[in-house]
């Protein structure tokens, strides 16, 4: 058993009119609260890692869990770089043993953008690696950088095509609305899913068939782990997430890969505060992150089920 790449996770997905989740990862317990969801449905996943989860957890350590995973459920799996920041953190990814790596350059100017994109592209390929870009700008918090709201600028269909064209990326993630963290909209929730047909028929129309777009900040921001959290001490005030249904719309567009991290921090976080106020008096971080881990998995079963529309996708 080995990891797999997402070039035929997407191809299936988009016939077949579904996503593939892709979640981040920082240690055991989520690792494995998402690959049992994954194997009750038979699922495909992408396991992601940040640059803060390399710092955090250690390439290697990552690395090693997730082969433990792919061995101990026999799933499909693809390991990935999330937000790669530069050329020598996705060359250390692809050393690692990474099955691809997004390189993120999109907040810098559209040329250089491409120049960046295109250098790690080819260096990946030459390796077999698997390459995600970005254009256009989300609003939110990734790692250290913070996008304000009105600095946020959708994807460009033209440019689009012409970046896929020049840097040869396998997959781009573009700005529609999505946006990274918990604090999505103030109003009502929209995603600009005109823009998305319109790249996607760009696209095809260039000759690129059935090219895999990927949604980033597509967190719903579950109301329930919102409010365990608050019950239990929390002070998450205001957050909105994407609806179920704009996201499951998406994955039966070109969207081939749906990133959630956010809801997996409130789902972890909501199960210890519970855990903690429950009982005081333990102090067995088992009782705490066993906790959290169910709490998990039942939530990438939610995902499977309602946003994704992804089971089976290992048949
Ligand atoms: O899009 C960013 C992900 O949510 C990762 O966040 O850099 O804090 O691990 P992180
Ligand atoms: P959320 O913050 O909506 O979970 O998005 C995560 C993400 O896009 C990781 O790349
Ligand atoms: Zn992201």
Do not use: W
Not at 222 to 230: D, I, K, L
């Amino acid at each position: 058993m080995a990891l797999v790449t997402t070039t035929e996770m997407f191809k299936k997905a988009y016939e077949g009119k579904y996503a593939i989740g892709a979640f981040n990862i920082n240690n055991m317990e989520i690792i494995q609260g998402v690959v049992s969801a994954c194997k009750k449905y038979n699922s495909a996943v992408i396991l992601q890692v940040s640059k803060s989860a390399l710092k955090y957890a250690h390439p290697l350590y990552l690395k090693k869990m997730v082969d433990a995973a792919v061995e101990e459920t026999g799933i499909d799996i693809a390991l990935h770089l999330d937000h790669g920041p530069d050329f020598d953190t996705c060359k250390l990814c692809i050393e690692t043993g990474f099955t691809s790596v997004m390189f993120d350059g999109s907040h810098l100017e559209y040329e250089e953008n491409v120049a960046q994109t295109k250098v790690i592209a080819d260096y990946a390929h030459s390796k077999g690696i698997v390459v995600e870009a970005e254009l256009g700008k989300l609003a939110g918090v990734e790692d250290d950088v913070k996008v304000e709201s009105g600095h946020a600028t959708y994807t460009d269909p033209n440019q689009a095509v012409d970046f896929v064209k020049r840097t040869g990326v396998d997959s781009l993630a573009i700005a529609i609305g999505t946006s990274h963290g918990a604090y999505k909209f103030k109003g009502d929730a929209k995603l600009d899913f005109d823009r998305l047909e319109l790249i996607t028929k760009k696209l095809e129309d260039a000759g690129f068939h059935n090219y895999p777009i990927v949604l980033h900040g597509a967190s719903s921001v579950e109301p329930s782990s919102v409010a365990t959290c608050n019950e239990f001490g929390g002070q998450i005030k205001g957050a909105k997430g994407i609806p179920v249904e704009m996201l499951r719309k998406a994955s039966e567009m070109s969207v081939c890969k749906i990133n959630m991290d956010t809801d997996i921090r409130l789902a972890m976080t909501a199960a210890i505060r519970k855990s903690f106020a429950e009982d005081p008096s333990a102090f067995d971080p088992r009782g705490y992150l066993g906790a959290a881990r169910n709490d998990i998995e039942a939530l990438v079963e939610r995902k499977i089920t309602q946003v994704l529309g992804c089971e089976n996708s290992m048949n």
